[in-house]
């Protein structure tokens, strides 16, 4: 029966078993559209990666016999909408029946529910064969209870896969080595140079610019940095294990001004778009450090596949738990526009400046100059969480839904009031100078809390506290930091408070 299956761009699972054998009757359709291009205001090198990663992916299909379209950005042909394109795919080509793989992203489900609901002929979907746990395990898993814990989930996903196992106990006698890692960086090690593939894709740049694509960022896209084959995830994944590793959990955490990478794998990209399998990257990480083959020990390795099989795998089914009401909540009730630098980087607070800038310069921030540097701000500066959300989604390569607003909505903004972090994460100043250099150079002083160039991070913290007490009450990890604000003198507090209202008041000039 002649057959259209549609791969998004955030589907290129190259082992997929639709792939296995070739049938002349089934036809795979790719498409660049505007509908995709314009949900949000993607990063330069978002666009150019996801388009070059799906034309190479077009091109293995073919070279393997496959029957291919490829709808480019300029055709003429092109509607722009993935709808109208598959109606007008139907009609023209006859086909019977309509195969797609099922979406990460609940717009996108929703979507192609409807329109296989216009079709006349016969539909069906498939599963991606990229996730380690389904879509719905976490709800099954948490049914009934109110809070979803990380650590239960990740525990039982290393029972059902036997990572880091032995027999029935974890490896070392431990779940979790997080007590040894987050140190800060002060230059004791040298990082390894980022692996950059240097392809030369500034012919899809072109096209991009060409349809008026409104992008953010900078790029050099004839030396191309994020792998777009599964050869470039492989090579990433090899050297993450060979010189990034045995680092990885010591430095997770810290911040330095003359590195935006450190010892992290790069590895989101890759693995968002489905190039490479989470399942694969865990396994040999665990394998290298059963055979001896890196210097890792347990809490580098313990820590990595953390993030992959605990939080990956966690935010995901969080997501589908709790979509679509999860992209209404706004806990705090938070109303402000987010900082216009947030756009440029143009800003006097060297940690803001320096996360900001280079989030547009390489479409990359690593995790805690996401939660604890732009994230925290937004949160104290009590921003909107749609404006977040909206900043999140476009400026990182790495952004699509279901992993992007679990983590900036929930974790980050607490606009879900605790179903994923157990209390707020927002800090003073003195949590970004332990793990950073930041402070060194800013024109705002760290210790100071008012008055001229106090660091904006000290008042606007305080001030976050006295605003939500009464929210943030019957939480027993706040419950420390709300003693202490109500054991402050009258003066002191109201000197803070004072502060905050002059920061706020003047966002964009800070
Ligand atoms: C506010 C905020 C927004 C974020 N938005 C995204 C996003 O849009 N897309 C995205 O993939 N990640 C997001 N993250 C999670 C995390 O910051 C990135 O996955 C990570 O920085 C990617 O860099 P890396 O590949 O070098 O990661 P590494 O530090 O090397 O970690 C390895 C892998 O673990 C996974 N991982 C680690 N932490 C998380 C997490 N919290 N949630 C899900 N997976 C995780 C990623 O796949 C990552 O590639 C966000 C975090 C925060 C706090
Ligand atoms: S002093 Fe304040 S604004 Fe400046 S880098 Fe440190 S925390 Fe950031």
New binding site residues.
């Given amino acids: 029966m002649k057959t259209l299956r549609l791969i998004l761009g955030d589907q290129l699972n190259y082992n997929h078993s639709w792939l296995k054998t070739v049938d002349n009757n089934v036809f795979y359709v790719l498409m660049e559209v505007r509908e995709e291009t314009d949900y949000a205001k993607h990063h330069i090198q978002k666009v150019i990666g996801v388009f070059a990663a799906m034309y190479n992916f077009a091109e293995y299909l073919k070279k393997n016999k496959h029957n291919v379209i490829y709808i480019q950005i300029n055709d003429k042909n092109n509607h722009q909408n993935v709808s109208k394109n598959i109606h007008q795919l139907v009609d023209e080509g006859k086909f019977k029946k309509f195969e797609y793989l099922l979406p990460d992203e609940y717009r996108v489900d929703s979507y192609l529910k409807e329109l296989c609901s216009q079709l006349k002929i016969n539909s069906s979907f498939f599963d991606t064969e990229h996730f380690i746990s389904t879509r719905d395990e976490l709800a099954k898993v948490f049914e009934g209870k109110k809070s979803y814990l990380l650590e239960t989930f990740y525990r039982k996903l290393r029972v059902k896969e036997g990572i880091l196992m032995q027999g029935s106990k974890p490896y070392g006698g431990k779940w979790n080595y997080d007590a040894l890692n987050r140190q800060t960086y002060k230059g004791e090690e040298k990082i390894p140079p980022f692996l950059d593939f240097k392809n030369d894709y500034s012919s899809i740049e072109r096209e991009i610019r060409k349809a008026h694509i409104q992008t953010i960022g900078s790029v050099d896209s004839k030396n191309f940095q994020w792998p777009t084959t599964p050869k470039h995830a492989q090579e990433l994944v090899d050297y ?1 294990i060979s010189k990034l590793l045995p680092s ?1 959990g010591k430095y ?1 955490d810290a911040m330095h001004t003359s590195n935006w ?1 450190l010892f ?6 890759a ?2 778009i489905k190039l490479i399998s ?1 399942i694969s990257v865990i396994k040999q990480v665990e394998t290298a450090f059963l055979t001896g083959k890196t210097k890792a020990d347990i809490a580098q390795v313990e820590g ?1 596949i953390r ?2 099989l605990g ?2 795998e ?2 995901r089914g969080i997501y589908w738990a709790q979509m679509p009401n999860y992209a209404n909540l706004n806990f705090f009730g938070h109303q402000n526009k987010l900082p216009d630098w947030y756009w440029t980087g143009d800003t006097k607070l060297n940690c803001l400046k320096h996360a900001i800038k280079q989030s547009l310069e390489h479409a ?4 805690i100059q ?2 604890m540097i ?2 925290n701000f937004a949160l104290l500066a009590q921003v909107h969480p749609d404006e ?1 959300d909206a900043w ?2 476009g400026i ?1 390569i ?3 839904e279901w ?2 607003i ?3 909505r929930g ?3 607490f606009a879900d009031g605790g179903l994923v972090g157990t209390k707020p ?1 927002v800090s003073s100043s003195a949590y970004i100078d332990k793990m950073s250099n930041y402070c060194k150079t800013c024109y705002y002083d760290k210790t100071k809390k008012v008055g001229d160039r106090a660091c904006p991070f000290n008042s606007l913290y305080w001030n976050f506290y006295e605003t939500h007490s009464q929210l943030l009450n019957k939480n027993p990890r706040v419950g420390m930091m709300l003693n202490v604000l109500h054991k402050m003198d009258k003066q002191t507090r109201q000197a803070l408070l004072k502060q905050a209202e002059v920061y706020l008041a003047n966002i964009n000039d800070l």
């Avoid at 992290?264 to 990209?269: G, T, W």
């Fill in positions: 993450f990885f997770q990478h992290h794998s790069r590895l989101s990209f693995l968002n989470p990595f993030q992959i939080w990956r966690y935010m990359y921030a690593h995790h996401r939660l732009t994230g977040v999140y989604l990182y790495d952004a699509f992993v992007e679990t983590n900036t974790m980050s903004q994460y």
